[in-house]
């Protein structure tokens, strides 16, 4: 991917202008989809969502190997404020909730896939 963009630049040096951009773009879309994916919880919760379309509070939990309810539920609450989950809560007595990526959550399939690609042949450093 390095030589990829590298190359890219290279061809884009029209202006120094229009490189400073292209560098900057590429740089600012990394750090947003980092500031998603890079919180240690977040790419599994989607993962999980992914798999099953609709999870309770409860359901997650049980399929997160060690993450607390209050991290889940803070991650989740930070998953629905960038707009990636949502949370549905159903009249059920005692009440429960149902947690469902929206449209933009399911745009990171082919990111968390390629995720799980890679940790699978490159596990523990191999």
């Given amino acids: 991917m390095r ?9 884009s040096r029209g202006t120094e202008h229009t490189s400073e951009k292209l560098v900057t773009d590429s740089e600012a879309a990394l750090h947003d ?8 919880w977040n790419p599994v919760i989607i993962y999980y969502l992914l798999m099953e379309s609709q999870l309770g509070f409860s359901d997650l939990k049980s399929r997160i190997d060690g993450i607390s309810s209050k991290m889940l539920s803070e991650s989740l609450s930070t998953l629905e404020e960038e707009g990636l989950v949502t949370r549905q809560v159903l009249n059920d007595d005692p009440v429960r909730v149902r947690y469902e990526l ?6 990171l399939e082919g990111i968390i896939s390629e995720m799980v690609r890679w940790g699978t042949g490159n596990q523990g450093g191999n």
């Avoid at 989809?33 to 240690?40: D, E, N, Y």
């Avoid at 929206?102 to 745009?107: L, Y």
């Fill in 33 to 40: 989809t980092r500031s998603v994916i890079g919180r240690k």
């Fill in 102 to 107: 929206t449209e933009r959550g399911t745009d």
């Fill in 3 to 11: 030589s990829r963009q590298q190359s890219h630049i290279n061809r």
